[in-house]
């Protein structure tokens, strides 16, 4: 898109609108509209906090060292497992790295995870996952002598990591609420249950979904600095130097080594300083079961776009100012969460001026027959929140570029929210251009958000790789099994 022109949106006609309802409409510009001056406060703020949590002391955004410590350069060769512990499935990958530069070729079986699983014995899961690797490589390798294959484990929960072949589990979300797990290495756990069915493999390393998408992406491309996430959640990862980072002086590392972040920056602002939080988002936090946490995320992820959504239309409802679906009967929309992100993609992609679609939608989903009036006020809202949403994405991508002085390069985006929410690459871009003030006659942008590679999967089996090339270089810094990684 050239620059300077504003992101696509569907105006409509107001002409039909009534007085009140143009106020009211005007009242949520005010709201939900993130000005250029703004999203700089917003981005400079953020760089602070993102260096504080580099500090000893650290600070709301936890900037977790992941002990992977180079991009790949293309070349890396090998064949590795990966495992993808999600919030419902279970993957397992088998990636070989051939000789093409930047090339893999990759097969790969999903498994349910069963309910009870996430609410029973730390040993019934660990079990249900090691029958699985095993069930993978008995099919794809049927009467083959396997020696040890090393693995890549995605574990997207947070995680206390000294080691990149090791983790604690600091608290489980998703859903799970394994008892014995939390505050316990879980990589020892996954083992012992691997041994027990004789599986012949070694966790090489213990890692994050943004930073496999960061390594992954960086493997396809050498122009990618940065790793991100809009989905369910918000997240990061860039390579830093080990010299900016103070809680790592005591290991006595080189300064210009480097060291991929883990940056979990969906915890920015949680003393609510800066961020533009309305009534709806106060709401929100008070009313989530961590109240005072992940204060960014809860403003820009696909989990809480929804929500935000049905706070106003409720409240626009109760108002005797604006009485928006009077007289009808909003049962449906007393329920928190009963509206998700894609929701607002399906108001927001409604091609017909007289938002057919959108009409449609709240007639079946929520029983309410929705004036054209009304229609545009809702239109309006979604693309407000949405384009929020998107600008304030571009905060956190702008700032680690601020910080590490990135005057150019690809970002390899991933999520549910990126890959199908509607002109939020375009918002983002936008954003990024008023943010980081680029020369109006620039032909391309210097920073890109591009779709990134399969972080989980194809990253997971890369920092593996990575990993052992490093030892065998001499490189052993965060490796707490040496012997066992390399063996």
Known sequence: MPLGRKPPSRKGSMADVPQNLLETISELERLFTVDQEKLKRITNHFVKELAKGLTKEGGSIPMNPTWVMSYPTGNETGTFLALDMGGTNLRVCEIELVDEKGEFDIIQSKYRLPEELKSGSAEEMWDYIADCVQQF???????????????????????????????????????????????????????AALA????????????????????????????MKIG??????????????????PKLAHRNLPPDMPIAINCEYGAFDNEHVILPRTVYDVKIDDESPRPGQQAFEKMI??????????????????????????????????????????????????PFENLKETHDLFLHKLSLNASKPELELVRRLAELIGTRAARLSACGVAAICKKKNIKSCHVGADGSVFNKYPHFKARGAQALREILDWPKELRKDPVVLSAAEDGSGVGAALIAALTLKRIQAGNLAGVKDVKAVAG
Not at 196 to 223: E, F, R
């Open 196 to 223: 027990k069915k004789g599986v012949p493999v070694k966790t090489t390393a213990l890692i994050n979904d943004t930073t496999g998408t960061l390594i992954a992406s960086a493997y396809i491309d050498d122009q």
């Open 228 to 245: 991100c996430i809009f989905g369910t959640g918000c997240n990061a990862a860039y390579m830093e130097n080990c010299g900016s980072v």
């Open 137 to 191: 490589i008995e099919y794809h390798h049927e009467e083959e002598e396997i020696s040890q294959m090393h693995m890549g484990f995605t574990f997207s929960y947070p995680v206390d990591q000294e080691y990149i072949d090791h983790g604690v589990l600091q608290r489980w979300t998703k859903g799970f609420d394994v008892p014995g797990i939390e505050g316990h290495d879980v990589v020892p756990m996954f083992e």
């Open 301 to 350: 992820a696909g989990l809480y776009l929804g929500e935000i959504f049905r706070l106003v239309v409720v409240d626009l409802h109760e108002r005797d100012s604006c009485k928006l679906f009077d007289g009808q009967d909003i049962g449906i929309l007393n329920k928190a969460y009963s509206l998700d992100a894609s929701f607002l993609s399906a108001i927001e992609e409604d």
